[in-house]
Structure formats: C-alpha cells, structure tokens
C-alpha cells in the first residue's frame, strides 16, 4: 500500500523531532529544510536541529523542574532530539547541556538513515501546494519573509514578535584560570555528576560597577525597522537587565552565590560571571546568561574587563535576531491544527514555545497527530496533567488575557503553573514532621511529577506503529 507522506516545513529541533515521531509510527515524510540553499543570518551550518542560540536544554531534574519532568516524558516517547542531547552531553551542573556540533550531526544522520524519512533541501517559499494534503510548519524563529506573509493572509491575524539574543563563546585556553576557577554551584552535581562544571570569574564591587557603566556606554545593534517589538523575558540581552537596576544582575546570571574563589577562600565575591562547557571536547565555554546586542567590536572591549577574561579569544560574538509567532490560542485547535485549513498543523517556537525542549516537544506532538491522521486512528491530546499535555493546553486554549484588556499571548517555557493542581500528597517528612515552605513545594512537583509520568505512560500505549511497517 503506497502512502502519501506528510509534508513538514523546517528542519530545526520541532521539524525534526515531528518527522521523526511520525516516520516511526509507519508514515512517510518528506522534510523540507532551506538550508543549505537559503541560509539565516542566525545559523552557522546547514545541519538540522542546529543550536542556533545557547546549548543548554535546561534542568534535567525530573522530581522537581518541569522542564526535566518534560525531558523525561519525551523519553519515554522515543524523542529523537532528547536522546540525542543524552547521547552528546557535557557537564552542566544540573543541567543537561550538549555540544551542539555532535548533536546536530547526529541528529542529521538519524534522519536521513530513516527509511521513512526524505530531506528535500530549498525553501517552501509561500504557502504550502495544496497537494500536500497534510503539513506541519515548523519553521520556527527564522521564518522566511515569504511564508510569513503567506501566514499572515491565510489567517488574518497579525504576526507577534519578540527579541530573542544569542551569548558568546570563549576558548578555554584563552581563559586565566589564575583569577577563574571551576565549580557548580553548591557543588550540586549534575547528570553526570560533576560538581565542577562550570567556569567562575569573580568581580568585586569597583569592578562590577565598572562593568556596568562599561556595558551602559558601549554601542549597540539597532534595529529601527523592529521598533516595538519586545523581548523575551527568558532571554534578556545582559545590558537590558542592567538597565533596570544595578542589583539585577547580581540577582540574576551574576548571582554570587553557592560558590567560594579557591584562590582567595576568605573573601567573598561581589559578584560572579558563569561560563559552562559547549562542546563535548571542552575547548569551548558558553557566557551565561551573556546574551547580549552590543556590536562585535563593544563585545570583545567590554567582556574582557571581566577578571580571567582578559585575554578571552571568542569563537562567537554574541548577537540577536527577532523571533516571530503566532496567536496559537486563536488560531490553532488542540490537534495544533490550523482551523480554517485543518490539513496544516503548526508545531515549535512559531506556536509561541519558548525554548529548545518546548519546540522539539511541539514537534513530537505535532508528528504523533499528523501520523495518527494519516493511520486513521484517534490520537487524542495527552493529560494536561502531563509535561506535554500541559504546555500543549497552554497553546491551543489555556492562555488567558486579563480581563478588560487585550488579548496579550506571550511565549512560555513550560513550568508547573500550567499544571492542574494536585491535592493527595505526603505532606510529612521522614521524620513524621509536617512539611512547610520550600520543603512542602518541592513534595508537591516531586507528586505532580510521578502523576505526569503515570499518565502520559498511558498516553503512549494507546500508540503503536503499524505491524507491517514496524519492523
């Protein structure tokens, strides 16, 4: 029996996580990725599910971050972006980094070793042909102008956008590890059990105060063309924090805390800059938190006033680009179906995710619905009580605008707000005492943990490949 393949637009972590998904359920695609033949101003190489921005997929502590909580449901679904970001990562703390050359490329070489699985390079320059009978666009962030506008028209609705920054890189043997030193924080290990996996630069308050006057007066990108657009609180480029304050750093990327200077054990640091390993040979180190707009040049003169720093030779410089998406909730159905054109489905950051695991998780949604179409069976939505069901219902519905204003949806990493409630816990310690505060909330993710991964267990069994293309 011949097949018509479903058509997915973009081969970044949703695209690629959706052809995936649905190949291994027994459908064919045909993934289209531009790249090679039209490039970004964001994208370094034409690998599919290039890390274009940092290489970190977040906490991978499943008990009591939802983001790990979403890690480990995509596991149990045979996510290919997540188990390619197991196979490639490096120490983070307890984070789950990876190093993006090797991850990319095996995310490449997955996909085009699938039987199922077709890459056509070139761009889909405008609304897909109505040939194609069912579609997923992921194109993510990056959409080409063309297809954009197409969207626009087809939906009648306005684009949103945002600002989204990208850190730089620094050689490790640039670094003087003399003044720098390594540590997690706490010494917390990570998944790997480092509790030394990140690169500490101390300051103290004359030379945070210069950095920040430093940060204020150096020139920066200007982009009068996208006046109005916003920024993504989650990924705030470093001198815009310093603009709301001068303690907002050293409450956020520079916090000085759970980390004491080997080199000088006596004193404590009035702040400290984070560089965390980006490639699995660890010659290359990620700025934390260091997104940034400043020029190229600004960059090198302004992060080298950081101590340990001044000798840093960059791999990249930071940058920023605008990140556009849709208004999910208005347009999109729980199928993440376009409603006035059910054949196209929309999955990844264009559905208004925030963050690598939440695009690929959109992907893994978007690929199991299109397949289950294709097959002919029902595939409903997963729990919300679910990593996955939950941010799903955040897009396709459960955003909420305040009343008596418009309506204002925003992208969002998945956290544990978008969640049900859940009220049987054990609200005891081991020493029978009632639990309170910080040691209660983390009782109650650890419970709405083990209920997500109950649930969506049930979810996954209901979906199986076809026997006779299974094998």
Request: proline share 7%; glycine share 10%; with cysteine.
């Amino acid at each position: 029996m011949t097949m018509e393949p479903v058509h997915i637009v973009g081969g970044g972590m949703a695209g690629s996580e959706a052809a995936w998904q649905a190949a291994n359920l027994g459908v064919p695609v045909v993934l289209h990725e531009m790249r090679p033949v039209r490039t970004t101003d964001a994208h370094q190489t034409d690998a599919l599910a290039e890390l274009v921005c940092s290489n970190s997929f977040r906490s991978d502590d499943w008990e009591h971050n939802a983001v790990g909580l979403l890690h480990q449901e995509m596991r149990k679904a045979n996510g290919l972006i997540i188990s390619m970001g197991d196979r490639h990562k490096v120490p983070a703390g307890s984070a789950l980094a990876v190093d993006r050359d090797g991850f990319s490329a095996d995310v490449t070489a997955a996909l085009e070793a699938h039987p199922l699985v077709t890459i056509e390079r070139g761009e889909v320059d405008g609304w897909p042909p109505e040939a194609w009978n069912s579609v997923i666009v992921a194109t993510g962030p990056l959409t080409s102008r063309a297809l954009a506008e197409a969207i626009l028209q087809r939906t009648g609705e306005d684009s949103l956008a945002f600002f989204d920054a990208i850190a730089p890189i620094v050689h490790l043997d640039s670094i003087d590890m003399s003044k720098a030193w390594r540590q997690s924080r706490y010494d917390k290990p990570g998944p790997g059990g480092d509790t030394a996996a990140y690169i500490n630069c101390p300051m103290d308050r004359d030379q945070y105060h210069a950095f920040l006057a430093a940060l204020a007066a150096a020139p920066k990108t200007e982009f009068k063309e996208w006046e109005g657009t916003p920024y993504f609180e989650g990924c705030l480029p470093i001198e815009v924090m310093a603009e709301r304050g001068p303690e907002t750093l050293r409450y956020g990327p520079m916090k000085p805390v759970g980390l004491t200077n080997p080199h000088n054990p006596t004193v404590k640091a009035y702040a400290i800059v984070q560089l965390r390993q980006d490639n699995a040979l660890g010659t290359l180190w990620n700025m934390v938190g260091f997104q940034t707009k400043l020029k190229h040049g600004a960059q090198t003169d302004v992060f080298r006033t950081i101590p340990g720093l001044e000798n840093a030779q960059f791999a990249r410089l930071g940058g920023i680009h605008r990140n556009t998406f849709i208004n999910s909730p208005v347009l999109l159905d729980s199928q993440l179906r376009l409603k006035a054109e059910q054949r196209l489905r929309f999955a990844g950051q264009v559905t208004g995710v925030e963050g690598y695991v939440e695009s690929a998780a959109m992907g893994l949604l978007a690929g199991r619905f299109a397949a289950a179409e294709r097959l002919g069976r029902p595939c409903p939505a997963p729990p919300t009580t679910t990593a996955l069901g939950a941010l799903l219902n955040h897009v396709t519905g459960g955003h909420l605008s305040m009343p008596g204003s418009p309506a204002a949806f925003q992208p969002m990493n998945v956290n544990f707000g978008l969640f049900p409630e859940i009220e049987t816990f054990d609200k005891t310690g081991p020493d029978g005492k009632r639990l309170k505060g910080a040691d209660k909330t983390r009782a109650k993710k650890r419970a709405m943990s083990l209920r997500a991964l109950g649930e969506i267990a049930s979810w996954l069994s209901l979906q199986t490949a076809p026997e006779s293309v299974a094998g």
